[in-house]
T-cell receptor
């Protein structure tokens, strides 16, 4: 069974631009969560999608948005990029929702804003 | 203040030695506590998952313990190998029955195993 696939792996953007990151969950998994990882803050929850609906949102500005498609693939978008958005963006795939559900992480997308 | 704090922040040990990483949490109640290993530039990989009622869980050379009274967990690595060099992250999962996959991550411990 293929794992969680995130594309692209690396991305360099300039301030003010926008970016779209993609996450393909494990086949059969319906939940996708997104996390931002920076050296200073560690892993921070961005949002969770299940059945094409956003179920939870972390404390990030409205420039961060996402969506989920009917095949459970998810995208996240960051508009008006700032230098502080440079980070490793990870998505996690789970079969369902709930505290006992295992989460499988992708390799991440390394975003650098210059 | 983080709801999940880990210590030490970083650790250097010699190959073959044992080590113990600590995790203190304030999240209560919770469904389970997990330890993840994250190699540099890669996604976290699950090592152990313990429910709030479990005291210990092993996965090969990795053994996690949980003390719900003191709200502490530890990860013990036996006979360390060079490939154990990574960041180890303690993660608390939302309360049982809570319909959410919002995980709460600790600050991580960066382990370096030297030959």
């Amino acid at each position: 069974k293929a794992g969680v696939t995130q594309t692209p792996r690396y991305l360099i953007k300039t301030r003010g631009q926008q970016v779209t990151l993609s996450c393909s969950p494990i086949s059969g998994h319906r939940s996708v969560s997104w996390y931002q990882q920076t050296p200073g803050q560690g892993l921070q929850f961005l949002f969770e999608y299940f059945s094409e609906t956003q179920r939870n949102k972390g404390n990030f500005p409205g420039r961060f948005s996402g969506r989920q498609f009917s095949n459970s693939r998810s995208e996240m978008n960051v508009s008006t990029l700032e230098l502080g958005d440079s980070a490793l963006y990870l998505c996690a795939s789970s079969p369902n929702r709930g505290g006992n559900t295992e989460a499988f992480f992708g390799q991440g997308t390394r975003l650098t804003v210059v | 203040k983080n709801q999940v704090e880990q210590s030490p922040q970083s650790l250097i040990i010699l190959e073959g030695k044992n080590c113990t990483l600590q995790c203190n949490y304030t999240v209560s109640p919770f469904s389970n506590l997990r330890w993840y290993k994250q190699d540099t530039g890669r996604g976290p990989v699950s090592l152990t998952i313990m429910t709030f009622s479990e005291n210990t869980k092993s996965n090969g050379r990795y053994t996690a313990t949980l003390d719900a009274d003191t709200k502490q967990s530890s990860l013990h690595i036996t006979a360390s190998q060079l490939s154990d060099s990574a960041s180890y992250i303690c993660v608390v999962s939302p309360p049982y029955g809570g319909a959410t996959n919002k995980l709460i991550f600790g600050t991580g411990t960066l382990l370096a195993v030297q030959p």
